[in-house]
């Protein structure tokens, strides 16, 4: 659920998200993946983290600059290792 209005502006910060959910820095469970998406009301891009039942866990709001050049980022994970 999106449920704030932080938006991810960077890639740095994308990778950051993204080692917080790899290192289970929220306390998510049953983490499945993570994608880029959009919102079907207002084609809002933003990162969805998926459960194993591909449901969505937590989203989080991007721009339109990290959608477009975070893709390789999100599927080949981040290349930081905390």
């Known amino acids: 659920m999106i449920n704030d209005n932080e938006v991810i502006e960077t890639?740095?910060?994308?990778?950051a998200f993204l080692?917080?959910?790899?290192?289970?820095?929220l306390g998510l469970n049953n983490v499945g993946g993570i994608?880029?998406?959009t919102n079907n009301?207002?084609?809002?891009?933003?990162?969805?983290v998926l459960d194993d039942n591909h449901q969505l866990l937590l989203g989080r709001w991007v721009t339109q600059d990290v959608f477009d050049?975070?893709?390789d980022?999100?599927?080949k994970g981040p290349k930081k290792r905390h």
């Open 19 to 25: 080692l917080v959910i790899e290192n289970g820095g």
């Open 11 to 15: 890639l740095e910060e994308l990778e």
């Open 35 to 37: 994608a880029l998406a």
């Open 41 to 48: 009301t207002n084609g809002r891009p933003f990162v969805a």
């Open 69 to 71: 050049s975070g893709k």
């Open 73 to 75: 980022l999100v599927r």
